[in-house]
């Protein structure tokens, strides 16, 4: 019922995606190994606000949570990354204040994939969460 929203394997996903952002080269939408902004596999998530949410409203998030780091220095994105250009700290250390490309957000969606069937009186429904059937698997033996 459900098809994976992983960019690399997911042509549709692509696809929506490019066309949402014809200004970015989708060979920068989708890099290192078919990455959004070459850092998340899934095109459609909850939270993940890093590829969501306007660049000024990230920056200030990243100004926010440097905190104590800030003290005595400017108030600008420079002064929050190290000499190769990424976070020095925080939740997204390691990674730039900004993803690459980031000229048209929002690039990550929560909007539902929706599949309707039919339902009939014996319809056993089940929702996973990814990972849920990793968590599961040393029950699953034991149900039959």
């Not at 014996?122 to 990793?134: E, G, N, Q």
């Amino acid at each position: 019922m459900t098809i994976p929203h992983q960019c690399a394997t997911n042509a549709s996903e692509v696809a929506r995606i490019t066309n949402e952002h014809p200004m970015d080269a989708p060979s920068q939408l989708f890099r290192e190994g078919g990455r959004l902004c070459g850092e998340l596999a899934p095109c459609r998530a909850f939270g993940d606000v890093r590829y969501k949410w306007s660049a000024d409203q990230l920056l200030a998030l990243v100004r926010h949570l440097a905190g104590d780091q800030l003290s005595g220095q400017p108030n600008s994105p420079s002064s929050l990354v190290g000499a190769s250009g990424v976070l020095l700290n925080g939740p997204w250390a390691g990674l730039p204040p900004l993803p690459r490309p980031y000229t048209s957000p929002p690039y990550l969606t929560a909007e539902p994939e929706i599949t309707k069937i039919e339902a009939i009186a014996a319809t056993v429904f089940v929702l996973l969460k990814r990972y849920i059937l990793h968590c599961l698997k040393p029950f699953i033996g034991r149900m039959h």
